[in-house]
């Protein structure tokens, strides 16, 4: 079975920053990996996702996430943050062949003006 | 617009009446899942459905039921709700699975005293 872990609860950056969330997985085979954004009062909207190939992968709103199997670690970046990226993250695994589909626990950003 | 649409937005019952929330979708997805989202717990799944009349059971059915009469709807039926079932729940639909990426609902934030 999968499992997914985001060790940051809640990140600081100043708006201009430069941002890098963690998120951290564990599965056996070579896992469907997505980064969610929920603004607040919002639904989870993806940002982006690696099935397979290029290991950095380009999403909206100008986010990109890089898959480092040696590190079974999926991080998300920004090089540099706006206001309006302040929300929660998810981080979510999914297993070939399954419907099973993990979502990591969130990292609240919030961004300093 | 391609969206999930969830309606009440919010609601607040008691407890052991029945209720349902619905949730419909326009972009003839095959795959619908419900969640419910509490503080530290993340997201938790309830039920899914990979398609019209099949549905399944996620981490936490108990107390939920649902039904998929047609590919666009996929409502939540609380039969006789408690108090543990105050949460915020999701509505989410993907094209044959999650694997594909989630697109979600609003939200429903419930209520029951």
């Known amino acids: 079975a999968q499992s997914v872990t985001q060790p940051d609860i809640h990140i600081t950056v100043s708006e201009g920053a430069s941002l890098e969330l963690r998120c951290n997985y564990s599965y056996g085979a070579t896992p469907y990996l997505f980064w969610y954004v929920q603004s607040p009062g919002q639904g989870l909207q993806l940002l982006l996702k690696y099935f397979s190939g290029d290991t950095l992968v380009q999403g909206i709103k100008g986010f990109e996430a890089e898959f480092k199997r040696s590190q079974s670690s999926f991080n998300l970046r920004k090089p540099s943050v706006h206001w309006s990226d302040a929300a929660e993250y998810f981080c979510a695994v999914g297993a070939s062949g399954t419907y099973k589909y993990i979502f990591g626990t969130g990292t609240r950003l919030k961004v300093l003006a | 617009e391609a969206q999930v649409t969830q309606n009440p937005r919010y609601l607040i019952t008691v407890t052991g009446k029945k209720l349902t929330v619905t949730c419909s979708q326009n972009?003839?997805?095959?795959?619908m899942s419900w969640y419910r989202q509490d503080p530290g717990l993340g997201l938790r799944q309830i039920y899914y459905s990979m398609n019209v009349e099949v549905t399944d059971k996620g981490d936490v059915p108990e107390g939920y039921k649902v039904s998929r009469k047609e590919k666009r709807n996929f409502p939540l039926i609380l039969e006789s709700p408690s108090p543990n079932q105050t949460s915020l729940y999701f509505c989410?639909?993907?094209?044959?699975?999650?694997?594909?990426?989630?697109?979600f609902g609003s939200g429903t934030r419930l209520t029951v005293v």
């Open positions: 989410a639909s993907s094209l044959v699975g999650p694997n594909y990426g989630y697109t």
């Open positions: 972009m003839n997805h095959e795959y």
